[in-house]
């Protein structure tokens, strides 16, 4: 379990990464802090776990819901 997690996070990482001020400026501004960050990556796994869909397509679903 703690594999799928750590790969979770990765993917998590990788994306946030494509992150920025045009695509998604709400979330750019707020992962530009740590607890910014951590909030959203919560946010992000419990998508993940709750609705099924992948990382990337949480991204604009929190970008909207900010």
Do not use: D, F
Request: include cysteine; hydrophobic fraction near 35%.
């Amino acid at each position: 379990m703690k594999q799928i997690e750590q790969q979770l996070r990765q993917e998590i990482l990788k994306q946030l990464g494509r992150v920025n001020k045009k695509n998604c400026p709400k979330i750019h501004r707020l992962i530009q802090t740590r607890e910014g960050y951590a909030s959203v990556e919560e946010r992000i796994i419990n998508m993940v776990a709750s609705e099924g869909i992948t990382p990337s397509a949480c991204i604009p679903q929190i970008e909207v819901e900010l």
